[in-house]
């Protein structure tokens, strides 16, 4: 599975901005999918995550709940993440992810694409 993740750029304290993963499989329906984040120095962070099936399971890391919004297009093989009222902590390389489900570890990744959220 090959994910490419675009959308990212630089914005405004307050702005928007919608990341895009499209999947170059189409049989991500037992897979959950997810978007990471990670600044120099520090941990990737799960952001959010979905079932590809279901579009259901639906996890927000507490940083972004009420901001974020994660969704999928089955019908166009690309999950998006909806990224509302950003912060300067909010910057940061942004990747989507995806596992089997029954899986721990997330075993594709995409490039990543940056996000740089300024005042």
């Known amino acids: 599975v090959q994910l490419v993740e675009s959308g990212g750029g630089a914005v405004q304290t307050g702005g928007s901005l919608r990341l895009s993963c499209v999947a170059s499989s189409r049989t991500l329906s037992s897979y959950i999918m997810a978007w990471f984040r990670q600044t120099p120095g520090q941990e990737r962070e799960r952001v959010a995550s979905?079932?590809?099936?279901?579009?259901?399971?639906?996890y927000y890391a507490d940083s972004v709940k009420g901001r974020f919004t994660i969704s999928r297009d089955y019908a166009k093989n690309t999950m998006y993440l909806q990224m509302s009222s950003l912060k300067a902590e909010d910057t940061a390389v942004y990747y989507c992810a995806g596992r089997v489900q029954g899986v721990l570890q997330y075993e594709y990744w995409g490039q990543g694409t940056l996000v740089t959220v300024s005042s």
């Open positions: 979905i079932s590809w099936s279901t579009g259901g399971s639906i």
